[in-house]
């Protein structure tokens, strides 16, 4: 086979190979869209939507306080005692200042306490798109009777209560 055969076949084998490549490419790339969309916020959405449709859930829309802080502030959370999961949604709250965090507290009905357990802790505010946080406890929770939103200071061991659920 002469030079210039041999370049062909090479040139040939080489356009195969790529094209090969890039249907693989082509056909993967629904796939990665999938990984790269199921983030944090999307699978705690898919996670509330199937505690909301769960009848043993218990869910409820934020009571708010007169604190002008939390005015504006929309949304809800659900739980579910079986599956210890649950997801807060919340919309339109503000920062909190420097050395304050917000707090989430489930009271039990079962529980051996008065006292609150917390259920996560929240360091940002969050404008007109929605957050989800993942209702997480250290303490099996089975009956919750209020959850409360409060304003926390790393200064003061109470926090002001800035919304309530009661389901």
């Not at 218990?58 to 007169?66: A, C, K, M, P």
């Not at 949604?89 to 009271?107: E, H, S, T």
């Not at 929240?122 to 939103?149: C, D, R």
């Amino acid at each position: 086979m002469s030079r210039s055969g041999t370049a062909r076949k090479n040139w040939l084998i080489v356009s195969l190979l790529l094209t090969v490549l890039l249907a693989g490419i082509l056909l993967a790339l629904p796939h990665f869209r999938d990984v790269h969309a199921d983030t944090a916020t999307d699978g705690l959405a898919t996670l509330r939507e199937e505690l909301l449709a769960n009848p043993t859930s218990i869910s409820g829309n934020w009571l708010r306080t007169l604190n002008p802080i939390v005015k504006d502030v929309q949304g809800d959370l659900v739980w579910n005692s079986t599956q210890q999961q649950g997801v807060l949604r919340i919309r339109d709250l503000p920062k909190p200042k420097a050395g304050q965090f917000y707090q989430l507290w489930l009271y039990d009905a079962q529980g051996n306490s008065a006292d609150g357990i917390s259920g996560g802790l929240l360091t940002q505010g969050v404008g007109s798109e929605e957050l989800f946080m993942e209702i997480n406890t250290a303490t099996p929770v089975q009956e919750p009777y209020k959850f409360e939103f409060t304003l926390q200071s790393n200064q003061q061991e109470t926090g002001q209560i800035l919304l309530m659920v009661q389901p």
